[in-house]
C-alpha cells in the first residue's frame, strides 16, 4: 500500500534554531518527491521537488534530502524565523501506467517558531 | 502577478442544499487539480484534469460529487446533495503537466465549505 509518514507530527522551536522534519515513504513506482509549506489559511506552496537520483535541493534557508534506497527524506530548515511556522508536508508521486503520476499525501509536521 | 482563484473562499449551506465552487487556473496552464483537506484526513487528491479531459477522479465519492472544466478558464466541483461530513477546505490547484519532476502545482486560496 502507498503511505506517505511524517515525523514528529508538532515541534516547537526557538527563532534563529535549525530543525529537521522527516518524511518516510512506500511508494512504488517512485516518481519524485515535494515538499510544501502550507500556512493557516492558504493554500500550499511547493518548496522543492526531488528525483530518483538527486540526493538533497536547496530552495533559501530549506535543503531538503532524499534517500531513495531507505525511501527516506528530510527537510532542514536553517536559522529559523517566526514566518517559518506553517504546516509543512511531504508528497510522494508514483509514476503510473499512462504517463500521469499519482500523488500521495503525508500527514504533515506543524511548526511552530518562537521568538 | 499569476494565480489560481477560487470562489467563494468561505460558504455556510444546510445538508441537502447543492453546493457548486469554481476555480480559475492560471492562464496556460493545462492541468487542474481538486482536494479536500481536513484536520483528520489531511490533505486528499479528488481528481484531476489534464486539457479539461479527467484523468484521475477515483479520490471523489461518485454519488455526490462532479468535477468538470467547462472551458480551459474554469473549473467547477459541484456537491449535491451536501451533508455535514463534506464539511472541509476545497483547493484546487493548476499546473503544466501530469505531477512529474518538473510540474510544480500553484494552489489556490481554497473554499471552506461548512455544511449544517
Given at each position: 500500500k502507498n503511505q506517505v509518514e511524517q515525523s514528529p507530527q508538532s515541534l516547537i522551536i526557538l527563532e534563529g534554531k535549525n530543525c529537521t522534519l522527516q518524511c518516510n515513504y512506500t511508494v512504488s513506482p517512485f516518481s519524485n518527491?515535494?515538499?510544501?509549506k502550507q500556512d493557516t489559511g492558504r493554500g500550499p506552496v511547493s518548496l522543492t521537488i526531488m528525483t530518483f537520483s538527486e540526493n538533497t535541493k536547496s530552495n533559501g534557508r530549506y535543503t531538503a534530502t532524499l534517500d531513495a534506497d531507505t525511501k527516506q527524506s528530510s527537510l532542514h530548515i536553517t536559522a529559523s524565523q517566526l514566518s517559518d511556522s506553517a504546516s509543512y508536508i511531504c508528497v510522494v508521486s508514483a509514476g503510473l501506467s499512462g504517463g500521469y503520476n499519482k500523488l500521495i499525501f503525508g500527514a504533515g509536521t506543524r511548526l511552530a517558531v518562537h521568538p | 502577478?499569476?494565480?489560481?482563484?477560487?470562489?467563494?473562499?468561505?460558504?455556510?449551506?444546510?445538508?441537502?442544499?447543492?453546493?457548486?465552487?469554481?476555480?480559475?487556473?492560471?492562464?496556460?496552464?493545462?492541468?487542474?487539480?481538486?482536494?479536500?483537506q481536513t484536520m483528520m484526513q489531511g490533505l486528499?487528491?479528488?481528481?484531476?484534469?489534464?486539457?479539461?479531459?479527467?484523468?484521475?477522479?477515483?479520490?471523489m465519492p461518485k454519488d455526490r460529487f462532479s468535477a468538470e472544466m467547462p472551458d480551459a478558464t474554469l473549473a467547477t466541483l459541484k456537491i449535491q446533495p451536501s451533508e455535514p461530513r463534506d464539511s472541509a477546505v476545497y483547493f484546487c490547484a493548476s499546473g503544466q503537466g501530469l505531477a512529474g519532476p518538473g510540474d510544480t502545482q500553484y494552489f489556490g486560496p481554497g473554499t471552506r465549505l461548512t455544511v449544517l
Open positions: 518527491l515535494r515538499w510544501y | 502577478d499569476a494565480r489560481v482563484t477560487q470562489t467563494p473562499r468561505d460558504k455556510v449551506t444546510e445538508m441537502g442544499q447543492e453546493v457548486t465552487m469554481r476555480c480559475q487556473p492560471i492562464l496556460g496552464h493545462n492541468t487542474v487539480f481538486w482536494y479536500r486528499e487528491l479528488l481528481a484531476y484534469f489534464r486539457n479539461r479531459a479527467p484523468l484521475d477522479d477515483s479520490g
